[in-house]
């Protein structure tokens, strides 16, 4: 059983993607590259997207993300 099962919209997930790399993603997340790419299609869990906001807090592209990621 999953921790969290809550995933982002796949918009945001792949807004987040791009804006930060799918191999870099990979490997600060240490999942594989074909893992990176499901987010794309089932959207990121919403736990990485929380990890992702505290490294990379000055990425213009949080300010696009309609989720609340910080509850």
Known sequence: MMLNSKTLSKESSKLIIEAIGRK???EVCEVSLPAVTLWIKNGMPFYRAQFLIL???RLKVWKEIPEDIMK
Do not use: I, N, R, T
């Open 55 to 57: 490294k990379y807090p």
């Open 24 to 26: 870099v993603l990979s």
